[in-house]
């Protein structure tokens, strides 16, 4: 489905509702523009993918702002022409995206999900004083 609005010239846009293959999307993609939510951030960096912070939930997703900004792989813009000039910027600096990338990739916890599951359950075997 293409979008309606006049994006100008070279610039083609294709909107899709949800999608299956978003890790598809990412390998293929040199930088995103998401809020700050710690699934899509994750995914990202496991990705090597610099991201563009461009909103937050109070709270919950705050902290996830200093994070990125502090291990190097992105930045907080909430203003659209903000993000259009940052986003431009880095793809103009190929050495940048390439440093944000590394950085991206040193962040990435792909594990992350096995780790706390072993350590629930070694928690879990200890309680019951089970031997693992």
Same mark, same amino acid.
């Given at each position: 489905?293409?979008?309606?609005? /006049?994006? !100008?010239? !070279?610039?083609?846009?294709?909107?899709? !509702?949800?999608?299956?293959? *978003?890790?598809?999307? *990412?390998?293929?993609?040199?930088?995103?523009?998401?809020?700050? %939510?710690?699934?899509? #951030?994750?995914?990202?960096? #496991?990705?090597?993918?610099?991201?563009?912070?461009?909103?937050?939930?109070? !709270?919950?997703?705050?902290?996830?702002?200093?994070?990125?900004?502090?291990?190097?792989?992105?930045?907080?813009?909430?203003?659209?022409? %903000? #993000?259009?000039?940052?986003?431009?910027?880095?793809?103009?600096?190929? /050495?940048?995206?390439? *440093? *944000?990338?590394?950085?991206?990739? /040193?962040?990435?916890?792909?594990?992350?999900?096995?780790? #706390?599951?072993? /350590?629930?359950?070694?928690?879990?075997?200890?309680?019951?004083?089970?031997?693992?």
């Amino acid at each position: 489905e293409r979008s309606s609005r /006049d994006w !100008g010239a !070279g610039v083609t846009v294709q909107v899709n !509702g949800f999608v299956n293959n *978003m890790d598809e999307y *990412m390998r293929a993609s040199d930088a995103i523009v998401t809020k700050a %939510g710690p699934g899509t #951030i994750a995914e990202a960096s #496991i990705c090597g993918l610099p991201c563009v912070l461009s909103s937050y939930l109070p !709270g919950q997703e705050a902290g996830n702002v200093p994070y990125v900004e502090e291990n190097g792989f992105g930045a907080y813009e909430g203003d659209p022409a %903000g #993000i259009a000039d940052t986003v431009s910027s880095w793809l103009k600096d190929t /050495d940048l995206l390439a *440093m *944000m990338r590394a950085k991206a990739l /040193d962040a990435a916890r792909p594990s992350a999900t096995l780790d #706390i599951a072993r /350590d629930i359950a070694a928690l879990l075997f200890e309680h019951k004083g089970i031997k693992a």
